[in-house]
């Protein structure tokens, strides 16, 4: 049965059988109990289902990723303990030591500090680009041992939209997957497989948990990139791994290959799971996620448009403004709203952003975004702290750049906040 985006929200993932808990079951239990010795070889040998230690799977857990994956339609999902962890299994599933690949400068900055610098520290190279670039100047940075390119698609903290198709276009004529982290627009406003993504990961911390009480993360599966097509790229899931008798990946599992290997190998090996619990939590933000971003987007629509209107506002970034220089991507990507995250710089000196700040009172200062509580950050104070001044003008974050983040209240008291506090400096 084809369902509607709203039902998956509520329905997917879990079902209940004859006389079940109608509520998805917490099974907080590291192990699995089996009667028969046999069967127990064959779950190690990956020749048999069933659990049996929760390091490599939980039914809550898996529950709750194949609703994320019903909702980006793809093929496998695994959930990981954080969104660090989903972006660093996501590359590091397809790259070693020796390899290289590509990213949009403009990424989140935990995402950049992991790719940038401790990737490094691991043999990987990550080359950053501008994603504005056309195609022919992108293409200028591919290399023989390069394995992926990378974006998100709206950019954290400067919204910027990530032109899909350029962007497909360049990883598939070389041969790689495209990767997109899909946090803020999430399944409901964009769901990058349709344009060409490969390979989706969510900070699930943001909106699909939404209410600012879970960390976690997830990594997605299209299903359609053809490994053993490019069979010398990707030797992890081309050739035998001696850590599991030499399965070959992509022969054993075809579609399912990709996700297999994250879960018998690096989670394994690394074992950043998410709690039962916590993907509980997860589950009740994903049942009303449908509802929550259509109130996310409208709110920041108006008070978009109020900064905009403001006489002490030097600048607005919201991609769902109509005079928005990217406007016109996000409603071919997003034709239904984009996210609840906006920019802005408010005239004058860093001492009056500063006073400007510290005198809001619905909206507080936070390190977290795209939560149902209306949350701000300077980034070039807080998040960005640890960027040089070059790395923060590469990225795309002005010194003046307030992250804003709108949350579920009334559009009417989140402006009249603002009002006041703009109206002291
Ligand atoms: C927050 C965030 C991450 C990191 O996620 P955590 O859950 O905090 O580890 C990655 N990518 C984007 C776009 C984010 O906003």
Redesign the pocket.
């Known amino acids: 049965m084809s369902k509607s985006i709203e039902t998956t929200c509520v329905q997917s993932g879990y079902f209940a059988k004859n006389g079940e808990p109608r509520q998805m079951p917490i099974v907080q239990s590291t192990t699995f109990k089996y009667d028969n010795s046999d069967y127990m070889g064959k779950l190690f040998d990956l020749e048999a289902d069933g659990y049996f230690y929760s390091r490599l799977s939980n039914p809550t857990c898996d529950n709750v990723a194949k609703k994320i994956c019903d909702l980006e339609g793809g093929v496998g999902a695994i959930l990981t303990a954080?969104?660090?962890?989903a972006?660093f299994f996501a590359v590091f599933n397809i790259c070693e030591a020796g390899d290289h690949f590509i990213a949009s400068s403009s990424?989140?900055g935990?995402?950049f500090n992991l790719f940038g610098t401790t990737m490094k520290k691991m043999g990987i190279e990550c080359t950053f680009v501008d994603q504005t670039l056309p195609y022919e100047e992108l293409a200028k940075y591919f290399k023989p041992n390069t394995k992926c390119l990378f974006g998100?698609t709206l950019t954290?903290p400067t919204v910027n939209v990530l032109d899909f198709e350029k962007f497909a276009k360049l990883a598939h004529d070389h041969g790689v997957p495209f990767i997109v982290?899909n946090?803020?627009a999430t399944p409901i406003n964009c769901r990058p497989f349709e344009y060409g993504a490969d390979i989706v990961v969510h900070?699930?911390?943001?909106y699909m948990d939404g209410h600012a009480g879970t960390?976690?993360?997830v990594v997605v599966d299209s299903g359609n990139f053809d490994w053993l097509a490019h069979a010398e790229k990707f030797p992890g899931l081309t050739t035998p791994d001696e850590s599991y008798h030499g399965i070959v990946y992509a022969e054993k599992f075809g579609k399912d290959a990709y996700i297999q290997k994250a879960v018998s190998q690096l989670m394994r090996d690394l074992g950043p799971v998410q709690s039962p619990q916590n993907a509980f939590y997860l589950n009740l933000g994903l049942e009303s996620l449908y509802v929550r971003m259509k109130q996310h987007c409208g709110n920041a629509y108006k008070v978009a448009k109020y900064l905009k209107n403001h006489e002490k506002v030097a600048w607005v970034k919201y991609p769902g403004l109509e005079d928005d220089d990217e406007y016109a991507m996000a409603q071919k990507y997003m034709p239904n709203g984009t996210c609840g995250v906006l920019c802005f710089g408010v005239k004058g000196s860093r001492a009056d952003a500063e006073k400007f700040m510290d005198a809001l009172k619905l909206a507080t200062i936070e390190t977290h975004?795209?939560d149902s509580h209306t949350c701000l950050l300077h980034p070039a104070s807080h998040t960005h702290r640890q960027m040089t001044e070059e790395q923060l003008k590469e990225a795309g974050v002005a010194p003046d750049l307030i992250r804003f983040s709108v949350g579920l209240e009334n559009a009417d008291d989140i402006i009249e906040d603002l009002s006041q506090a703009l109206d002291i400096i």
Request: proline share 0%.
């Open positions: 954080s969104g660090q962890a972006n990424i989140y935990g995402t998100e954290n982290d946090t803020f900070s699930t911390t943001k960390i976690g993360g975004v795209a």
